[in-house]
């Protein structure tokens, strides 16, 4: 039942893989930027909104990809609003492409980068604030020089948890990307793609990849948990 | 109510929370200690952190030595990190992030003109030259405090505020630091306020006080003066006493003595370390005070007054009475019994001899 066993990775498995290596890193990388002025709203703020914005992040984590991912579908369709908008930008449509691909998993993974870097900055509490703002640092200067420092554990949590959800997506991708090699194809949908062929020997390497890679990811995030954050 | 202390910094707060107003207005001292004292939920933490700006909620005026920190009418309000000010918290708080070192120089390297306190200077007054290159979280908590004082002081602040910096710590870290901020005190030429709900760090500290009680101003002034009035709330005379500042004037090496002079008389109590000459602060408690209408003889009470009687007050019980009186310029307070005022005819004008059964040094 297991065919015949290829250890060595196919050109388009290749393929996958970096594509979603460089999937993963970009939208970890703009999830830090957006997730954490969010994250810091909602940790400071004593508005009415806080619990509509906090329970609008966190929707990814209840939701069906297959409902999210249809809704952004709509959203960036032709006729949807983000179509529209990105058409009168003369960049076209989203869906089924790498950019579109970047922009759902933002979506599908933010709640995985605000709620840590979230919970970092309520621990760190008013006081240091105050303490940097009487020895003279403003604002921005005590956010880099004091939170950030006090914070970096949320943030390598953040990150790591933001990477992996992506690498480990699978509705959304298949909605929003399709299945276009070295576009959209996945490591996720590849996997898919080589069961459905009776391919197992494919499916099982980059299967058991994943498998290492998620426990690897996961190993690393629960040592680090009890270590201090700024040694 | 007189509460002018001075011109130097004029501060007009209203803050507004459910269950509690504060309103105060109030002309304070630009030198020497100011002691804001009361009892917990009386306000004074809130306007301590007025004074730094760390209300934003706040309304109100606040002049500081002829600039405008805040002015709710015109809209101004200097935020925390314009203003030149030290602030020590309850809790050290130190940054957990940086060394001993890191977190002086955090605030130093901020401040770009006028360092009139050295960091070396800061780092001697305080005794932590040994703990620079400590992580916070091996420090005792009396060395943080002296750390996050000396953080403090490191930026050459025009204005110290300090809120109970010895609350969080046991009495032996509190006997530990007192002597610091006495020095701090003798030595650098800034106004402090000190928030403060002990007696005996305020008279130990302070040169002025604010006697706060719901939010509002019960009295200001003096040291001395204050704490000899009579009207205050009987919250406060539970414990009344005043502050008496005086000079090691002798050493009685055979009965172990020394002897203390200061306006208005001396008083011996048990052998001092202190050089001749040193200034030393005692407090004489009202109830350690007893009268008498001729100088006793045959009493083992050595320390004997001649005063004159200023006023009588209510005390804390119906059946006392707070008298004061006048020792040659130094204010004395005495609680007697209703029923002694009566039998000893003890009414303004008259004079007595003051018994004193104990004085209670504090330093």
């Known amino acids: ?231 | 109510m007189e509460i002018t202390l001075g011109k130097a910094i004029q501060a007009r707060f209203q803050v507004i929370w459910p269950g509690f107003t504060l309103n105060v207005d109030l002309d304070l001292p630009g030198r020497g200690v100011t002691a804001l004292f009361g009892h917990s939920g009386s306000g004074k933490t809130t306007l301590l952190r007025c004074l730094a700006g760390l209300e934003r909620h706040s309304t109100g005026s606040l002049h500081f030595k002829g600039e405008v920190w805040q002015d709710s009418t015109r809209s101004i309000f200097r935020p925390t990190h314009q203003r030149s000010l030290g602030y020590v918290f309850q809790e050290a708080s130190l940054f957990p992030h940086l060394s001993v070192r890191k977190n002086l120089e955090y605030g130093r390297k901020r401040v770009n003109s006028g360092h009139k306190v050295s960091l070396d200077h800061a780092v001697e007054l305080l005794g932590i030259g040994h703990l620079l290159d400590r992580m916070p979280d091996r420090l005792s908590g009396g060395e943080r405090q002296r750390v996050a004082i000396a953080r403090a002081l490191a930026t050459s602040p025009e204005l110290l505020l300090m809120d109970e910096p010895l609350a969080a710590l046991d009495l032996k870290r509190k006997s530990e630091i007192l002597p610091y901020l006495e020095r701090l005190h003798d030595e650098l030429d800034i106004p402090m306020f000190y928030v403060s709900h002990s007696p005996d760090e305020v008279a130990r500290l302070a040169d002025h006080v604010v006697l706060l009680a719901e939010g509002r101003v019960v009295a200001a002034g003096g040291l001395r003066e204050t704490l000899a009035r009579l009207d205050l709330p009987t919250a406060f005379t539970e414990d009344a006493g005043v502050v008496i500042e005086a000079v090691v004037a002798d050493h009685d090496e055979a009965y172990h003595l020394t002897r203390l002079d200061f306006s208005g008389g001396s008083v011996v109590v048990a052998r001092r370390q202190e050089a001749l000459g040193r200034r030393l602060r005692f407090r004489v408690h009202a109830r350690d005070v007893s009268l008498t209408l001729t100088r006793a003889a045959g009493t083992s009470i050595s320390n004997l007054l001649p005063a004159t009687v200023t006023d009588i007050a209510d005390a804390d019980t119906p059946a006392h009475v707070l008298v004061r009186l006048d020792a040659g310029g130094t204010p004395l307070i005495a609680r007697i019994t209703r029923r002694s005022l009566d039998h000893l005819d003890v009414a303004p004008g008259k004079s007595m001899w003051a018994q004193i059964k104990a004085v209670a040094l504090l330093a």
């Open chain 1, 1 to 231: 039942m297991f065919g015949e066993f290829h250890p060595a990775l196919g050109n388009a498995d290749w393929a996958a893989v970096w594509l979603t290596f460089r999937l993963a890193s970009l939208v970890t990388v703009i999830l830090m930027v957006v997730g954490t002025p969010i994250a810091w709203w909602l940790a400071r703020t004593r508005s009415k909104w806080k619990g509509v914005v906090g329970a609008i992040v966190a929707l990814p984590l209840v939701l069906p990809p297959t409902v999210l991912g249809f809704y952004l579908l709509v959203a960036m369709g032709p006729y949807g609003p983000v179509g529209q908008f990105t058409q009168w930008l003369g960049i076209g449509l989203l869906p089924f492409t790498f950019p579109g691909l970047v922009v759902a998993s933002v979506f599908y993974s933010l709640p995985f980068v605000v709620q840590p870097v979230q919970n970092a900055f309520e621990a760190i509490g008013p006081r240091p604030l105050e303490v940097a703002a009487t020895l003279r640092a403003n604002p921005w200067d005590s956010f880099f020089t004091v939170v950030v420092p006090l914070a970096k554990s949320g943030f390598i949590t953040a990150a790591i948890l933001g990477f992996a959800h992506t690498v480990g997506e699978f509705g959304v991708v298949l909605m929003i990307g399709g299945n276009i090699p070295e576009k959209t194809r996945v490591v996720s949908v590849a996997i898919y793609d080589h069961v459905e062929a009776l391919e197992y020997a494919e499916a099982h390497v980059l299967a058991g990849g994943m498998l290492l890679f998620s426990f690897l990811v996961l190993l690393a995030l629960y040592s680090r948990k009890g270590a201090s954050a700024w040694k």
